[in-house]
């Protein structure tokens, strides 16, 4: 069975660092590219960072550019997100979602989501 599984979030406060995690089995993990989103209260979901399949290759979303950086380890089946310099705004729940080959618009699989929240 196809399963994602985010984990890492939790309660920080601004200026501070989370790395989440995105953890993939029942399929073939090196094969899909793995996107990152969020979705804060009251707010629509935002695509905020994808790491292709075959060469790794990443992109972010403006607002996130520059603190946060995702990554692949293929042989733990897993994608990370390493948030630095969070700021209240990054309050959200935060989602990993799977699509076959290159980032795109559109995802088959997605996780539960694991809640950041960002306040002193």
Partial sequence: Q????????????????????CAASGFTFGRYAIGWFRQAPGKGREDI???SS???????????????????????????????GLKPED??????AARRAGCGRFYDYWGQGTQVTVSS
């Fill in 91 to 96: 309050t959200a729940v935060y989602y990993c």
């Fill in 54 to 84: 075959s060469d790794s290759t990443t992109a972010y979303t403006d607002s996130v550019k520059g603190r946060f950086t995702i990554s692949r380890d293929n042989a733990k089946n897993t994608v990370y997100l390493q948030m630095n």
């Fill in 2 to 21: 196809l399963q994602l599984v985010e984990s890492g979030g939790g309660l920080v406060q601004p200026g501070g660092s989370l790395r989440l995690s």
């Fill in 49 to 51: 960072s994808c790491i």
